[in-house]
């Protein structure tokens, strides 16, 4: 088992920065790969980014790529992303994963889940 907690979400204006971060417990982290996914009401769950356990290789959607960073602490257990330039469209319930080896942009080859964090970017 691999639990997640998600902090960071939150309201800022188009144009403005947040930093999502996930905790992780329960297993060794860096044999984990870690993805982000969002939700918007409506719409189904996304990818937006991802990294492997050792942190070396990160993948992105066309989306956010060249605004948002993904990068994880192993010593900490943690992941982090930075979102940047933020648009209305990026509003949505953010959520980390995690799966045994590689990174998948299919949110269905994740077996853990953190809660979610909500992020609106108001225009």
């Known amino acids: 088992q691999v639990q997640l907690v998600e902090s960071g979400g939150g309201l800022v204006q188009a144009g403005g920065s947040l930093r999502l971060s996930c905790a992780a417990s329960?297993?060794?982290?860096?044999?984990?790969?870690m993805g982000w996914f969002r939700q918007a009401p409506g719409k189904e769950r996304e990818f937006v980014a991802a990294?492997?356990?050792?942190?070396?290789?990160?993948t992105y959607s066309d989306s956010v790529k060249g605004r948002f960073t993904i990068s994880r602490d192993n010593a900490k257990n943690t992941v982090s992303l930075q979102m940047n330039s933020l648009k209305p469209e990026d509003t949505a319930d953010y959520y980390c994963a995690a799966r045994y080896g590689s990174t998948k942009p299919d949110p269905d080859e994740y077996v853990y889940w953190g809660q979610g964090t909500q992020v609106t970017v108001s225009s």
């Open positions: 990294i492997r356990g050792s942190g070396g290789t990160t």
């Open positions: 329960g297993r060794t982290f860096s044999d984990y790969a």
